[in-house]
């Protein structure tokens, strides 16, 4: 995990750096500042209208009765794209990119959710409760359990 946090925190900057010095050398320096400047303007805005049509799709998923779990990983990795592309850089502009574009974006949320589904299942030896999509019957599901009538007075 160390080494993870060593090449994101310590790498990455190192290569955007590099690149922007090598843009800013074909280009000049400028020209390279107002793409980088642009791209994030732009990210923006794609990130903006891309979560809209995820939130869109998660409502209407709740309103099938269906969890929403795959709308939820896209909002996740639109999020993400949109962390990336707020961060200068062209190499974290080219990764969150990629996660704007949505058939990308279903594969690489397919791929988080196999990475978590086996990581789970080595940490507790079981599949997680829910780990395939249950079938949407409009009832909420049996609870075991004691029934406990309530009633409520007004004061």
Known sequence: MTGR?????ILV???ETYLFLQVGAWLGPFPA????VATGFLGAWLTRTQGLSVIKRFRAALAEGRIPQQEVVEGLLVLIAGILLLTPGFLTDAAGYLLLVPPLRVRAG???RRYLLDRF???????PAGATEPRATGRRPARGGQVIDVEILDK
Not at 121 to 127: D, E, K, L, W
């Open 121 to 127: 299942q080595r940490v507790t030896g079981a599949a």
């Open 13 to 15: 900057p190192l290569l």
């Open 33 to 36: 500042l107002i793409i980088i």
């Open 110 to 112: 397919e791929a988080l």
């Open 5 to 9: 946090l060593v090449a994101l925190f």
